[in-house]
């Protein structure tokens, strides 16, 4: 199951981003007015609104996979805090001792 939904994951990730990096800027309509084609594909303003569906389609299905994953994948660790105080981390020895301190030079010319 988590390895379905990974692949469908990474597969509309790919499709939205081809999505939004074949739609045009806001700024591309100013070239054609001095004289410059429009470079569409699928006409004048056709594009836009079926382009625009595609990326609002592929966004919902990116969050929704986000969310599967994340829930799939998290299991017990989503109680816990990485700041919670009482949470006891594997990087504590347990031990309460004190590192000595070095010996600086006017410690050693004061015996």
């Known amino acids: 199951m988590y390895t379905f939904i990974l692949v469908v994951h990474v597969t509309v990730c790919l499709i939205l981003i081809s999505v939004v990096l074949l739609q045009t800027g806001k700024g591309a309509e100013m070239g054609a007015a001095?004289?410059?084609?429009?470079?569409?594909?699928?006409?004048?303003?056709g594009a836009a609104t079926f382009l625009s569906k595609l990326t609002v389609g592929a966004a919902i299905i990116f969050m929704m996979t986000s969310l599967s994953l994340s829930m799939l994948k998290g299991g017990?660790?989503?109680?816990?805090?990485?700041?919670?105080?009482?949470?006891t981390g594997s990087t504590s020895t347990g031990s309460t001792e004190v590192p000595t301190p070095i010996e600086t030079p006017e410690d050693a010319t004061s015996d």
């Open 34 to 45: 001095f004289g410059g084609s429009s470079q569409t594909i699928f006409g004048s303003r």
């Open 76 to 87: 017990a660790s989503l109680g816990s805090s990485v700041i919670d105080p009482s949470n």
